[in-house]
T-cell receptor
């Protein structure tokens, strides 16, 4: 059973509009969440993270929101740009997981010009 | 360029071959990871090395054998693989000592087993 879920395999958004990528998790012990972006033929690159003691973290065009009671987080990209087209992975870790991170299956974002 | 390199980038091998994947990080990190990514599935953790000791082995078949000779290098030795082992193999590194340190990934090796 997947502990980190990204229920939308793909998302298309018009350039300049907001992209919202969602992630749900089942393990209440997760205390740190990350978003990675992956282009074809490259490895995932870190984008933004949030600790469970916060409900929002912002970095430029990227904002991550965390709703602990719902075990839900979302990544907002505004305004979306064609260069944001990539696969986005949500990941989570817990203290009792040691060095391990649990990844979701990814959402492919296409930003249309 | 993330500071983590992987070679080869592509590998085609037969089921009776023996090959090795190599990962090198130039970031001064002290934890290294092997992940497997199959189509439309989450990244699956295979092995974790922290301070050159294997700290996790996620029920990986013995036909995959990791080696971490020092904190900068990580190998994955492959032998008698199956076609279902075809996937993208990703290496990552991370600085330990804090829970909020992210992983840095290499570009991956695309493996095809015939």
């Amino acid at each position: 059973d997947q502990q980190v879920k990204q229920n939308s395999p793909s998302l298309s958004v018009q350039e300049g509009r907001i992209s919202i990528l969602n992630c749900d998790y089942t393990n209440s012990m997760f205390d740190y969440f990350l978003w990675y972006k992956k282009y074809p033929a490259e490895g995932p690159t870190f984008l933004i993270s949030i600790s469970s003691i916060k409900d929002k973290n912002e970095d430029g065009r990227f904002t991550v929101f965390l709703n602990k009671s719902a075990k839900h987080l979302s990544l907002h990209i505004v305004p979306s740009q064609p260069g944001d087209s990539a696969v986005y992975f949500c990941a989570a870790r817990a203290d009792n997981y040691g060095q391990n991170f649990v990844f979701g299956p990814g959402t492919r974002l296409s930003v249309l010009p | 360029e993330t500071g983590v390199t992987q070679t080869p980038r592509h590998l085609v091998m037969g089921m009776t071959n023996k090959k090795s994947l190599k990962c090198e990080q130039h970031l001064g990190h002290n934890a290294m990871y092997w992940y497997k990514q199959s189509a439309k599935k989450p990244l699956e953790l295979m092995f974790v090395y922290s301070l050159e000791e294997r700290v996790e082995n996620n029920s990986v078949p013995s036909r995959f054998s990791p080696e971490c000779p020092n904190s900068s290098h990580l190998f994955l030795h492959l032998h008698t693989l199956q076609p279902e082992d075809s996937a993208l193999y990703l290496c990552a590194s991370r600085r330990t000592g804090g829970p909020y340190n992210e992983q840095f990934f290499g570009p991956g090796t695309r493996l095809t087993v015939l």
